[in-house]
């Protein structure tokens, strides 16, 4: 009895290199080599200029340019044995066709497609797939740091009490009254307070923070580059992408550090 298996593995985005490629190659016809099939393994791609081909030779593959309009759209690995048949799909889509990774299994044997099914989906999910971070639901941790900063702004206000109205002096009629109300406006505050500074920077970080991860996903391409095919020029691209983006983020962090450790060193320096 004909057995037949599916999965679009939820749609995730994906990485395919050369040791990928070959693993999961190797993973699609280990079990079929060791029950006596005999494999066929055959690749079809599709270019972005609309172009297409198929072949059986891996290396044929990898030696594409896969830039420009040469770049690689669709990746279809087929494995035919006897009675069983074997589609692994890679898609990097557009607008209205999203990327995903999509297996196709069928077979006579269901035990042995079962098994197949079962060791390509933990590859594939492993090795293959980008791990998703769910960035918005985290974005109510910088909303909570922005409430909290509010309320330290406001419960930081100076108290109006710690010196007596003019209008009072003025109908004292004892003079040390006057004189110690003069000597009091003219002595610097002591209660300069950190507080402030740290709550603003605080709010300004978590407002910050909250956009980033409520518009400016960093699932995007830039931050965490997926959907790709990288063989040829393409991982050269990937390569440079992903330095550009840790130098970035290393410049944030120690700018963000640097900033904060000379706020707190020149507000240590002034303090009365």
């Not at 791990?131 to 100076?158: E, N, Q």
Request: net charge positive.
């Amino acid at each position: 009895m004909t057995l037949s298996l599916s999965d679009t593995f939820d749609k995730r985005r994906f990485l395919l290199d050369e040791p990928r490629l070959r693993k999961v190659v190797e993973v699609a016809t280990k079990r079929l080599n060791k029950g006596g099939h005999h494999c066929k393994v055959e690749y079809k791609l599709e270019r972005k200029d609309s172009s297409e081909y198929s072949t059986g030779d891996i290396d044929e593959v990898l030696s594409e340019s896969n830039v420009g309009s040469t770049r690689i759209r669709v990746l279809i690995v087929g494995v035919q044995a006897t009675g069983n048949v074997i589609s692994l799909r890679f898609a990097v889509g557009t607008m209205s066709a999203p990327s995903f990774v999509s297996l196709s299994i069928k077979g006579d044997d269901r035990d042995l497609v079962m098994l197949v099914g079962a060791d390509l989906r933990e590859y594939i999910d492993a090795e293959i797939l980008v791990r998703h971070f769910p960035t918005r639901s985290f974005a109510i941790v910088p909303a909570i740091l922005c409430y909290y900063s509010v309320i330290l702004l406001r419960s930081d206000k100076p108290s109006s009490s710690a010196l007596p109205s003019v209008n009072d002096v003025l109908k004292n009629p004892d003079l040390s009254v006057k004189l110690n109300y003069l000597i009091q406006q003219r002595e610097p505050s002591g209660n300069v307070s950190l507080l402030p500074l740290l709550a603003n920077l605080a709010l300004a970080c978590g407002l910050i923070t909250a956009a980033g991860l409520l518009i400016v996903n960093p699932q995007w391409e830039f931050v965490r580059p997926s959907n790709l095919f990288l063989f040829g020029k393409e991982c050269e691209r990937y390569d440079r992408l992903i330095g550009i983006r840790d130098k970035i983020v290393w410049g944030v962090i120690v700018a963000a550090v640097v900033g904060i450790v000379t706020g707190f060193i020149v507000w240590r320096v002034t303090k009365p």
